[in-house]
């Protein structure tokens, strides 16, 4: 009898799923409410921190949830990450002054240093190789979804009720993907204890130098995120967008089955292809953004991003996997991660100079994003194939 379901689609493999749904879910909701509340505090001038923070943190915390993945195991590493957002959800309503705040955002940072770590790591540890594109692209869907509900269940929360709720509502949720995490089973097999000296990091294990090329096109790539996060919440309400979670739902929602599509033909074809693709798209993206002047050129633009997400997230996981030695596979999978936090903390910080709170901006903001895309396409014209390392 024909499979209906790949051999990697266990119980385990969905509850990680469902913990990333989660996860992600929990701090998504909260961005597009951020800078107007930023603003609130008496802190407009400091919009573009509001993800710099979140992403400088993120990238710091990586050397080190790395090597942790690699040595005490994958659910440790998720689990810390996930404790960060319920307790930071908690802090917010506590620390409200601009100081606090920003504070708040660099510890929240923690836990997408964590969390996503140990999760592709768990899912490369149970797949097979020639499985990895698909696998990575049926996780990240779930990822997205949380990505796309978080927005959108935020943005509706903050119509009817105080921000307040919303933060205590992002802590709880976390709570969750706490639980599921607690039933899932240890894939490393050769652990070690938690120890001080697991903290104390050499040059060779910061970054996994096999996987640069990878990390390098990702970082180009992902500066148009930043970028988004950064600015569309202001661009919605420019534009008469009264949910600013609106313009995230639809992009987060438009790369849900594009993941699928374009991890099997990564696995088919090659991950370098399917990047070429993607940086096309996201170019386009962001051209399209900057001269929208309407609410639906805005969200076709939102399809074409988030087509563009949907592809390069689970073709650069599988191809870092491909690239990484199996003892290593934590720490590439980290350098893959400082990369993606490093594009997006810098684009957030540009995008902000940038703007500078003048919409007479927006269009400088979002032609300079399109331009980074098309460096990564520039670049990945020189990358000639893969370059696969094999399964013993």
């Given amino acids: 009898m024909r499979k209906l379901l790949p051999s990697f689609f266990t119980l385990d493999f969905f509850l990680l799923c469902a913990s990333s749904f989660l ?13 107007s509340y930023l603003t609130s505090l008496g802190g407009e001038e ?34 810390v990450g996930a404790s960060v957002c319920f307790v930071v959800g908690l802090l917010y309503p506590i620390l409200s002054f601009v100081g606090g705040f920003l504070f708040l955002r ?19 540890d149970i797949v097979p190789f020639q499985k990895r594109g698909e696998a990575m692209g049926i996780q990240s869907l779930f990822g997205s979804m949380g990505m ?18 919303l933060f205590y509502l ?37 970054i996994e130098k096999r996987v640069l090329v990878p990390s390098g096109i990702l970082f180009l790539a992902v500066f ?32 849900l089955g594009i993941r699928l599509i374009a991890g099997r033909t990564s696995d088919r074809y090659g991950r370098v292809p399917v990047m070429r693709v993607a940086s096309l798209t996201m170019m386009s993206a962001m051209t ?17 991003f988030g087509s563009a997400v949907g592809m390069y997230s689970p073709t650069t996981a599988a191809w870092v996997v491909d690239l990484s030695l199996d003892k290593f596979r934590g720490r590439a999978l980290a350098t893959m991660y400082i990369a993606l936090e490093a594009g997006i903390g810098i684009g957030a910080i540009v995008s902000g100079y940038l703007f500078a709170n003048n919409p007479e901006n927006f269009r400088l903001v979002f ?25 013993a």
């Avoid at 701090?27 to 597009?32: E, L």
């Avoid at 607690?182 to 894939?187: D, I, S, V």
């Fill in 224 to 255: 148009s995120f930043g970028v988004v996060l950064t600015i569309v919440p202001d661009f919605s309400s420019h534009l008469g967008i009264q949910n600013k979670g609106l313009f995230f739902a639809v992009f987060t929602l438009s790369s």
């Fill in 23 to 35: 996860f992600f879910s929990s701090f998504n909701m909260i961005i597009p409410e951020l800078p």
């Fill in 288 to 304: 399209l953004m900057a001269f929208a002047e309407s609410k639906t050129i805005l969200l076709a633009s939102g399809v074409l």
């Fill in 106 to 124: 660099f510890m929240h940072g923690f836990s997408a240093g964590f969390t996503p770590t140990g999760a592709s790591a768990y899912v490369a």
């Fill in 148 to 165: 796309a509900a978080g927005p959108a269940i935020g943005g509706w929360v903050a119509t009817f009720w105080p921000i307040d709720v």
């Fill in 170 to 206: 992002s802590a709880f949720t976390a709570i969750f993907s706490i639980l599921i995490l607690w039933r899932l089973r240890e894939t490393l097999e050769d652990k070690v204890p938690l120890s001080a000296g697991l903290f104390k990091l050499k040059r060779d294990e910061i």
């Fill in 46 to 79: 400091y919009k573009g921190l509001i993800i710099a923070l979140f992403t400088l943190s993120a990238g710091l915390s990586r050397p080190f949830s790395g090597k942790l993945a690699d040595k005490i195991g994958r659910i440790p590493v998720m689990m």
């Fill in 367 to 391: 032609l300079s994003s399109a331009a980074t895309a098309g460096l990564a396409f520039f670049a990945l014209i020189f990358v000639k194939r893969d370059r696969r390392v094999k399964e």
